[in-house]
């Protein structure tokens, strides 16, 4: 005969089961679910963006340009992925002859040109799925930027070479399970460093030796799961 008090602890033990299992059978069938496994692996990705910079207070730095490049990221964990990325910015700026009078200094634009090597950090907010086939995420970008010489500048001001860091936000579309389109925000900043000619004389130009530089970046891409 079975003993009361163990038949009762029985059922009490299955009453504390069976309702994360009804739970977990709730919702949608695997193959109707809106979440779907990230692929694992690498991934290869063609960017193309708009820098909107202005120069810093005295528009002499990298001004709003196009960017075109590539990058590879792994993932290194369910949600966490890590990359390398180089990017080229046909931008502009603007040249200040310090030895000019105040309405005649300012010339330009011209061309400036940047190359940018950048490692970047990306976690998925969905973890390690997609929802509808949207993978938002956030992340963080740094790396050196290297600014081409302009010969016309003879100011003594050179953009040269820069680190930089950008927060960043957006998500990736996936057309299939292999394809998808990348949409990205970020806020790029570098520092800018003006010459002593900018900051001597009967009128100087500032009186500032370095000042910090926030350019928003959109960026757009194509890419492919290796």
């Known amino acids: 005969m079975l003993n009361p008090l163990r038949l009762a602890a029985a059922l009490g033990a299955l ?14 069938p695997p193959q109707s679910s809106p979440y779907h496994d990230l692929d694992k692996g690498s991934s290869f990705t063609f960017v193309g963006g708009r820098l909107l910079g202005d120069g ?12 075109f490049g590539a990058r590879f990221d792994l993932r290194a964990a369910r949600a966490l992925s890590i990359g390398l990325g180089v990017e080229r910015g046909n931008l502009e700026r603007l040249i200040i002859d310090p030895t000019q009078a105040t309405s005649q200094r300012v010339t330009g634009p011209v061309d400036q040109n940047v190359t940018m090597v950048e490692g970047l950090v990306t ?10 086939g ?11 930027a290297f600014g081409t010489r ?15 860091f950008a927060p960043a ?13 990348r949409g990205e925000v970020r806020g790029l900043f570098w520092k800018l460093s003006y010459p002593t000619s900018f900051r001597s004389g009967t009128n100087p130009v500032t009186a500032d030796a370095k000042e910090w530089n926030l350019a928003p970046w ?6 492919f799961i290796l």
């Not at 810093?56 to 960017?67: A, D, E, I, K, M």
């Not at 976690?123 to 509808?132: A, E, S």
């Not at 949207?134 to 050196?144: K, S």
Request: proline share 6%; net charge positive; glycine share 22%.
């Open 123 to 132: 976690l998925n907010l969905t973890g390690g799925k997609t929802w509808h």
């Open 218 to 223: 959109f960026v757009v891409g194509l890419g």
């Open 150 to 164: 302009i010969p016309a500048d003879t100011s003594g001001y050179n953009f040269g070479t820069k680190g930089f």
């Open 56 to 67: 810093g207070r005295l528009g002499v730095g990298p001004n709003s340009g196009y960017t």
């Open 169 to 181: 936000t957006g998500f990736r579309l996936f057309l299939g399970d292999r394809l998808h389109i």
């Open 15 to 28: 009453a504390l089961v069976c309702p994360p299992i009804a739970l977990g059978q709730v919702g949608h």
């Open 134 to 144: 949207f993978a938002p995420f956030v992340g963080l970008v740094g790396g050196a």
